[in-house]
């Protein structure tokens, strides 16, 4: 079934998560406070990969396993939302030293405290469905 | 081997096995962006009903509704079997500004813990209401931030970043924003509390 690849790859993803560090609340703080390369390197190297393997699947039109060809669709052009939206999420990412991917791996650990988090963040969601009309996008 | 794996990753190999997580999950017909799982579980809960935004085909997620669940045992996994044998290692520099802020740091934590401060995260934590304020409003302003910026860290910063979409970098800049006003300007004001 195609669902159980997505289990596997999900394991694999909160290993990768663990075994990095990413999760750390510390090695967020080191981020924010320019006081270590380990968070930067992982991103760096995790991008300029991905831009060959973006580069790469375009150049050679790459079907999936399905024999579809992968479409690389781009971001919606909505600069205030990405801006106003990303700083949001970037004030609960400092202090929670966690983003959407991690929290599910910390729930894994056995950080109970963290099912709060992910609730919180579920609520925040509605809300801003709720408001999404009257935001600025 | 085991040893290998448990042990915590160089940046370098940690940045190529997000890479390769990006790229299953493009082989396998999806994108890469973990903070749209909130969005499909709201829908799933019925919040379409009330809200449009969540009125859409939540099944077109069920690959990350598994995926997530998948990275909880991925995580539980990587705590016990392939439990690390030390703590995590942070800079010198970083201890002692979080010294200053009263938070302890993993070099007093038992091998393979030290992922997040007892001081905010503590089970006993949720028993006092500043502690629980300080879960509750870290985790709204994640999921309200992430879901109008449409992307988090994943969705955005590696995902988008590759694509070389110019919203992302906006994004990106916004997550540091941020980050650094709460990093900088508030934390002093929190934890003095």
Known sequence: MKLIRFFLV??????????????????????????????????????LL??????MIKRTTAKDLFGNVIEL??????????????TTFGLGWALTGACPGPLYVLLGHGYLSIGVVILS???????YGALRKVLPH | MLELISSPWHWAVSGLAIAVVMMLLLYHGERFGVSSSFKAICSMAGAGSRIDY???????????????VGSVLGGYLASSVLASPEPVQIA????????????DTPQSYAEGAGFVPAEIFSMTNLTSPAGVLLLILGGFLIGFGTRWAGGCTSGHAISGLSNLQLPSLVAV????????????????FIFSL
């Open chain 2, 54 to 68: 969540f009125r859409y085909d939540w099944k077109s997620h069920a690959w990350l509704l598994v995926f997530v």
């Open chain 1, 10 to 47: 999900g394991i694999l993803f909160g290993i990768v998560m663990t075994k990095s560090e990413a999760i750390s609340w510390f090695r967020i703080q080191e981020m924010f406070r320019f006081q270590s390369f380990h968070m930067y390197g992982i991103i760096g190297v995790a991008c």
């Open chain 2, 173 to 188: 800049i916004g997550f540091f924003v941020g980050g650094l006003v709460m990093t900088h300007l508030l934390f002093p």
């Open chain 1, 121 to 127: 963040a579920l609520v925040g969601a509605i809300c």
């Open chain 1, 50 to 55: 991905g831009i060959g393997i973006h580069v």
């Open chain 1, 73 to 86: 669709s781009p971001k919606p052009k909505t600069y205030k939302a990405s801006l106003l939206g990303g």
């Open chain 2, 92 to 103: 010198t520099s970083t201890q002692h500004d979080l010294a200053a802020l009263g938070i």
